[in-house]
């Protein structure tokens, strides 16, 4: 359950371990990335080095070196270092721990708690931090690959210090994978592994900001090639695209991810970038996203940011969510992809949105005034004595098939909530509604 920290970087490498693991950093120094908070002077960096930690949120994408860093940290400090699984653990570890940790602070020994996927842990498994957390029996740095503002009880994050980390760039995972290729001890070096660096930048590429994805098929490829005479190993493309197999896209369809690239979507739609919205819808489609979630939101957007532009936006919405339906991805992503551009070139309105806004306002804020009377029916001879219905003017006996009658409550009285654009078809129901008005205040004038 616990581990010592002299246990972390001690004995020797198993050569058995992925690559990845046999090349995590020993040092700071040889750690690549993150210089937003362990470069020279930073705030990370220097909380490390002079031992005056306090606990923390290492948050940031999957291969990105918070588990290095903790083993970092670890091998740093003077206190006992204890590694905790969040999936493997449960609440009688913790308050096993919890007890050890407050023997030891008596006797002025810190325990420094590290706790992998900390999001795994319920809210009340969190809970049962904070008192020790407060009163300094344990310093905690919990990582996560979700975000904290949603994962995590607002009480813990308090107590806390969030640092986000970043995706690794190419760049910095060329350097790792350089140094792979020439570390003896425990990457490739003995290996004579020759790769171009044109497919070194492939890997990188392709690793999508995880060091450990790209450690691991630069291995894959080495193990797979056969020597040459000479006992060279040469990695060729077509060994790499075995290796890569199948890209693992970023995305949790229930994490923050998620957010992002469905807000990615609707903007690029609303911005009408057809090019952009195909991109992150192919995004979300090739991650594994339900495409009936994608195409209820595009039926959204149809209303709410087309609307009457082209009323014939939500039958392509809704159109793309019956095939989806049909027929499933892969074959329906055509049918979405159809309806994604379609909605991003047509011409926009939020007319509607904005409309229904101000009516949702007054419906709410205002006073509920009761139906007028005259637009009432009156199924009951009680309701007819009452005056239900009495000086309901029935459209179709007029000309123009309108008639001088406010369907408003009066306190309501000349209320405007859908405002036409001049954009698209919207432009002839702007005409249209104003041909209406003036007719209505015709009328009227004609009745006074």
């Known amino acids: 359950m616990g581990i010592e920290q002299t246990s972390l970087f001690d004995g020797e490498i198993k050569k058995s371990a992925p ?11 040889e750690f690549v990335g993150q210089e937003h908070l362990l470069g020279k002077g930073r705030v990370l960096r220097k909380l490390i080095e002079s031992d005056k930690l306090t606990s923390m949120i290492l948050w940031g994408p999957p291969g990105v070196g918070k588990t290095t860093l903790a083993m970092l940290i670890a091998n740093k400090t003077g206190a006992r270092f204890v590694n905790f699984s969040a999936v493997l653990s449960g609440i009688a ?75 690794l760039t190419p760049d910095d995972l060329l350097v790792l994978l350089r140094r792979a290729l020439r ?106 996203e339900d495409p009936l979630y994608v195409a209820r ?42 309806a994604a551009v379609y909605l991003a070139l047509a011409p926009k309105s939020n007319a509607l949105y904005v409309g229904y806004g101000r009516a949702k306002k007054d419906a709410l804020e205002t006073m509920a005034q009761g139906v007028p009377l005259h637009l009432r029916n009156a199924p009951t001879k009680l309701m007819e004595e009452l005056g239900y219905g009495r000086g309901y003017k029935y459209a179709h006996d007029f000309e123009d098939k309108i008639a001088d009658m406010e369907c408003l409550p009066p306190n309501l009285k000349g209320r405007q909530y859908y405002i036409p654009t001049d954009q698209g078809m919207e432009k002839d129901f702007k005409r249209r509604k104003q041909y209406l008005e003036e007719l209505k205040e015709k009328k009227r004038r004609e009745k006074n």
Request: proline share 3%; with cysteine; aromatic share 8%.
């Open 19 to 29: 690559l990845a693991d046999r090349m995590r950093p020993r040092s700071l120094d």
């Open 93 to 167: 570890e913790i308050k096993e721990i919890m007890k050890e940790a407050s023997e030891r602070r008596r006797y002025g020994q810190r325990t420094l708690l590290f706790i992998d996927e900390i999001h795994r842990f319920n809210k009340s498994q969190q809970d049962a931090f904070l008192p020790y957390v407060e009163r300094g029996d344990i310093i905690l740095i919990g990582a996560t690959t979700e975000n904290p503002s949603f994962e995590l009880n607002s009480a813990l994050l308090s107590r806390t210090k969030v640092f986000v980390l970043e995706p």
């Open 183 to 288: 570390d003896e001890e425990r990457g490739l070096g003995k290996l004579n592994v020759q790769v171009e660096d044109e497919l070194l930048y492939k890997i990188a590429n392709f690793a999508n900001g995880d060091a450990r994805v790209a450690l691991n098929t630069l291995e894959i490829a080495a193990l797979s090639a056969v020597p040459d005479e000479e006992g060279r190993i040469r990695i060729t493309d077509e060994l790499l695209q075995e290796a890569f197999q199948r890209k693992t896209l970023l995305y949790d369809k229930k994490g923050e991810e998620h957010y992002n690239l469905i807000s990615a979507f609707h903007k690029s739609l609303r911005n009408s970038d057809s090019d952009a919205a195909l991109y992150w819808l192919a995004r979300m489609l090739e991650a594994g």
């Open 297 to 338: 939101r595009m039926i959204r957007f149809a209303s709410e940011d087309v609307g009457l532009a082209d009323p014939r936006a939500l039958e392509q919405a809704v159109a793309a969510y019956q095939a989806a339906h049909f027929i499933g991805m892969p074959e329906c992503s055509v049918n979405l992809a159809q």
